[in-house]
């Protein structure tokens, strides 16, 4: 069901300027020769950064190899030579920073502990204080289980969930969607940095970077009917998340091709690989692509036949909310290998 | 979910002496505690607790970490209506959305969960709100009016109305909203220790919580307290049987009379509703039908016509029905209040199509809050907002001309 915005004038001049200032800021646009091609100018750079040697001999994942594939995400992404110069395109100092991670898999399967620790290390090298970044998803018992240290107090880097700060009282409403916001997103973050897995998902086809902002929402069990769509799209655009969301860095160390969201071992693997972009709609589009690949590896018919293709892209790609670009053809993608 | 607010107009009572035993103990609606003192202190008074150790909502509050400090399994039972699937999945059966839910998943309602195939209730005993009412708040007219009826709900619902007025309880999920445990049979006891004839399920929606309100339901009977409820009637066949038949008394919200609007405004579908009210018309429980008029989202003539007709045609002309007014609330706050002439128009039009009971809801001092005999046209009960102000029913008949009055008229 489609509801227009509820939102006065002001308020609609307000998201319109913060859209506006996103998409001029998005480094990751490219305005390349693609018009000489017959395609539109505007293009989205996604990064594929892979090592295989990531993990070390007890198959956890390799702290310093991780914080170097990192550096080399950011690098290509960015188009810059030094990890310095990348993350001071995205946070400036005196900012408050959140990491959005996935926390929802336990320990088997949400993102990896050691990313979030290596994006901290960059973000202060970038001049940002620990104590104003914050590693958060819905609940804090759930960062435990997954393996985050939780930290509620003092100068360290901050990790906790929302039900320890809670909702605002007041409903965020954009199309179908009115939801109370993670007070962590309203009231500590003046930049967001998405930080999701790659997961099938049994209703919206697959859950990536823009599903992991049903994270920041009080009620995401009301915007699963129809393959989550429009009410991914919808959510993405509620101006509290547009305005901060710069970044989304999905943890592809182990991925998940069939029987999402749930963590189920038989049906993951492990591409030990890191995806990137400043284009959301884009990431989504090759982390769909990654997961339609594996299927057909393994036997398993492409998310189309089994009526679960994420609809909801092209939602979030059409004119009404312009988060990001769904067409292939427009999307840049870089893979880059450490090995 | 219910038009009938859960929290009280006038808040500023709460925590200031508003359980004096005079005010508490003449449960007009004025002096209510707000939703979680009640229950805390009522809780907290335990079984050997008078209305005077209730007086001191200080030496209640110091009792509440105790009520914060309960553990989740407390609220946790298992589901009763869902099937297993295979890979750790079930497919609940409660509702006619029949969601398909995956291990460590929740179903739209949010307060069920699935662990490992099998399914849960997460709200059994989980009240987060409760207060002693008028029935007529329920809107209950034909029911034992006048008394008082304990209502309370708890966190959660299986539709999303865009004007929901609880939209802070029934679109929430039950640990983000403070609760107390209050067991069956504890509730039974606050009844009877209140004067109330009955429990009401209300507030939020009660389908969510049905393994709670059977086993409430159940207690309450071995007490001596009757059991009613206030519901979307958006529930499958045979929970329906199996919970409301438990009910003494049903009222159904029935939000329009148009299949888009159940899809757009309701987030749900007409048909089971209707199939629901038909069903509980068969099972002879007492049945009574509220229809909110929302300014041009179903307000229309034809539909007016259309649902009264239903009404006459498949549950008779005594079914009593209350338009009741719209107040701009949660996500239809661009919508004004129904004007009160939308009103009369809708009461007009059914009684035109011989519908003997119809009322108008929440514009207090309305003449049609008042139930009149439809033979001779004299007023029976006169009702005044939430107060009867005056019964003249007596061994349900009208006094003046002997007509049989449907309902349940005494305790
Ligand atoms: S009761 Fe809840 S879980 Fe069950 S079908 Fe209805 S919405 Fe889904």
């Known amino acids: 069901m489609r509801q227009e915005p509820i939102t006065g004038r002001r308020r609609f001049l307000k998201n319109c300027l913060a859209s506006a200032v996103a998409v001029a800021a998005g480094d990751g646009i ?84 050691r990313l979030a620790e290596a994006i901290c290390e960059r973000l202060q090298q970038a001049g940002i204080r620990a104590a104003d970044i914050v590693i958060w998803d819905r609940d804090t018992d759930e960062l435990e289980r997954a393996g985050f240290h939780v930290c509620i107090a003092g100068n360290r880097v901050q990790c906790f969930g929302t039900d320890r700060m809670g909702y605002e009282d007041d409903l965020a409403t954009w199309g179908s969607v009115g939801s109370r916001l993670s007070k962590i997103l309203t009231q500590r973050c003046d930049v967001l940095i998405n930080v999701p897995v790659l997961k099938d998902h049994d209703g919206a086809g697959v859950t990536i970077a823009l599903k992991n902002m049903y994270g920041t929402i009080h009620n995401p069990n009301k915007y699963h009917p129809n393959g989550c769509d429009p009410y991914i799209a919808d959510v993405n655009m509620l101006p509290e998340i547009r305005s901060r969301m710069r970044l989304s860095i999905c943890d592809a160390t182990t991925a998940c091709y069939e029987g999402g969201p749930a963590y189920k071992p038989q049906y993951s693997w492990q591409p030990n690989a890191l995806l990137a972009s400043q284009d959301p709609v884009a990431l989504d589009t090759t982390g769909w692509q990654m997961i ?22 092209a939602t979030a790609a059409d004119p009404q909310h312009r988060l990001g670009i769904n067409d292939p053809q427009r999307i840049e993608r870089v893979e880059t290998d450490l090995a | 979910m219910s038009r009938e607010h859960y929290l009280q107009p006038d808040s500023s009572l709460a925590g200031a002496g508003f359980l004096d035993s005079e005010r508490f103990a003449s449960a007009g609606t004025s002096c209510l505690p707000d939703r979680r003192s009640f229950l805390r202190c009522a809780l907290c008074a335990g079984a050997a607790g008078t209305i005077s150790t209730m007086a001191h909502p200080l030496d209640a509050m110091s009792l509440s970490p105790a009520a914060q400090n309960q553990d989740d399994s407390q609220f946790t039972v298992e589901a009763r209506f869902y099937q297993k699937l295979p890979n750790r999945r079930i497919k609940c059966k409660l509702c006619p959305r029949e969601c398909s839910v995956g291990d460590r998943e929740r179903g739209y309602c949010g307060v069920r969960e699935n662990r490992g195939g099998t399914y849960y209730t997460l709200v059994h005993s989980r009240v987060c709100a409760a207060h002693i009412d008028p029935i007529e708040k329920k809107p209950f007219f034909h029911y034992l009016p006048g008394t008082l009826a304990l209502s309370l709900a708890t966190a959660g619902c299986n539709v999303n109305c865009k004007f929901c007025q609880n939209w802070d309880i029934s679109q929430v999920r039950p640990e983000q909203v403070p609760a107390d445990y209050a067991p069956p049979q504890r509730v039974a006891q606050l009844a009877t220790q209140y004067s109330c004839p009955t429990i009401a399920y209300t507030y939020s929606e009660p389908v969510i919580f049905i393994e709670y309100l059977m086993d409430t339901a159940d207690a309450g009977h071995a007490a001596g307290i009757r059991s009613i409820v206030v519901s979307n009637g958006y529930i499958q066949d045979e929970a329906l049987r199996a919970a409301y038949g438990k009910m003494d008394a049903v009222k159904i919200d029935l939000k329009s009379f148009s299949e888009s609007y159940y899809r757009q405004v309701v987030c749900g579908q007409l048909k089971p509703v209707l199939d629901s009210i038909v069903t509980l018309h068969k099972t002879g429980k007492w049945l009574e039908i509220v229809y909110l008029v929302v300014p041009t989202l179903n307000d229309g003539d034809a539909e007016f016509r259309g649902l009264a007709q239903w009404v006459r045609n498949n549950v008779g002309a005594d079914v009593p029905l209350h338009f009741s007014q719209f107040h701009p609330e ?81 305790v």
């Not at chain 1, 393994?298 to 994420?310: D, F, H």
């Open chain 1, 30 to 113: 490219s305005h390349s020769a693609a018009g000489a091609q017959n395609l539109p100018l505007i293009r989205s750079r996604v990064v594929i950064a892979q090592d295989p040697q990531l993990r070390g001999s007890d198959s956890t994942v390799d702290s310093q190899r991780m914080l170097s594939l990192l550096d080399r995400t950011m690098e290509t992404l960015l188009r810059v030579s030094r990890p310095d110069e990348a993350w001071k395109k995205i946070v400036r100092p005196g900012q408050m920073v959140g990491l959005k991670v996935n926390a929802l898999g336990g320990r088997g399967f949400s993102g990896s502990p």
């Open chain 1, 292 to 313: 339609e690949r594996k299927r057909a590896e393994e036997g398993l018919k492409a998310l189309e036949a089994e009526e679960r293709a994420p609809r909801y892209l």
């Open chain 2, 330 to 410: 949660y996500l239809l706050k661009n919508l004004p209040i129904t004007p009160v002439p939308t009103l009369e128009r809708a009461k007009q039009i059914a009684d035109a199509e011989g519908l003997h009971y119809v009322y108008i809801g929440n514009v207090p001092g309305h003449p049609a809050e008042s139930t009149y005999c439809p033979k001779c046209g004299h007023i029976l009960v006169q009702r005044m907002g939430l107060e009867v102000t005056q019964m003249l029913i007596r061994k349900g008949t009208c006094p003046y001309c002997g007509q049989l009055i449907p309902g349940v008229w005494h």
